[in-house]
């Protein structure tokens, strides 16, 4: 069930980085329960946008709200302790530890002796991949390398939602994956948002935005040019917001209008 209000609000976030500017008055939201996608070409600004969410670069201009209160994220600590989690496209994941050391990974349980709490860290990590109906995942105790890519998103995404999260942002979860192991994937953005998770899709792909996308962000040229119903929008109308699109604001709304001929 998609909440009516906001669990994440950008207002007029802007960043530049030197004479380059990376993002200009951009507004964003997401609700509980919502699969909100994020789209645009090759430096529209996708990238700038999440990390300034995740607390790993500062912005320059605007404000965030969470739940309602603004908020200043310092750090992806401070994210984490919002609730706010970030799965990358490099997934950060280590090859030579298993599934539960990577589910846990700097965030170990131990014992007043030091000890790795292996039987409790085992069954959360079991819990949390159940929750997720990740069942192509052989034992918990097999090293990342040798599971699949859709089965390392999966691994990834379980980091993610393991720690309370309330917002997942995902960064091209599909890219270089096959056909079965998209669907893998496709499923899992889906069951967190039937679970009351916020989920920000980023990708090229539209089909897979089309499917699983409650409402999407176009961004071009670092500015929001438009935002999209699913359900009442085409991929063709889509497509025209990401390349030719040109943001005009009228009462704080973001607009489409053809880019005017130079």
Not at 89 to 106: E, P, R
Not at 163 to 171: C, G, M, P
């Amino acid at each position: 069930m998609v909440s009516e209000t906001p669990l994440l609000q950008l207002r007029g976030i802007s960043k530049s980085y030197g004479s380059v500017q990376a993002l200009s008055d951009v507004d964003f939201e997401i609700r509980d329960g919502e699969v909100m996608a994020l789209v645009g070409d090759n430096g529209a600004g996708k990238t700038t946008l999440i990390k300034c969410i995740a607390g790993i670069h500062g912005y320059d201009q605007g404000e965030i709200l969470f739940e309602g209160n603004p908020v200043s994220i310092s750090g992806p600590k401070e994210a984490g302790r919002l609730g706010i989690e970030v799965v990358y496209q490099d997934l950060a994941l280590c090859d030579n530890l298993d599934v539960v050391q990577n589910m846990y990974l700097g965030r170990e349980e131990r014992d007043w002796l030091w000890r790795l709490k292996e039987p409790p860290m085992e069954q959360h990590t079991a819990e949390t991949l159940k929750s997720l109906a990740v069942t192509t995942i052989r034992s918990i105790r097999q090293p990342v390398a040798s599971l699949s890519g859709g089965q390392r998103q999966s691994v990834a995404v379980a980091k993610a939602v393991q720690w309370n999260s309330k917002l997942v942002i995902l960064d091209e979860p599909t890219a270089a994956l096959g056909v079965a192991q998209t669907r893998q994937v496709l499923d899992l953005v889906k069951r967190l948002a039937d679970q009351g998770l916020a989920v920000v899709l980023i990708s090229h792909n539209l089909h897979d935005i089309f499917e699983v996308a409650t409402r999407i962000t176009v961004l071009r040229l670092g500015r929001d040019v438009g935002v999209y119903e699913r359900a009442t929008t085409t991929q063709q109308e889509v497509v025209h917001a990401i390349t030719a699109g040109m943001p005009t604001k009228v009462a704080g709304i973001a607009e489409t209008v053809p880019e005017l001929a130079t």
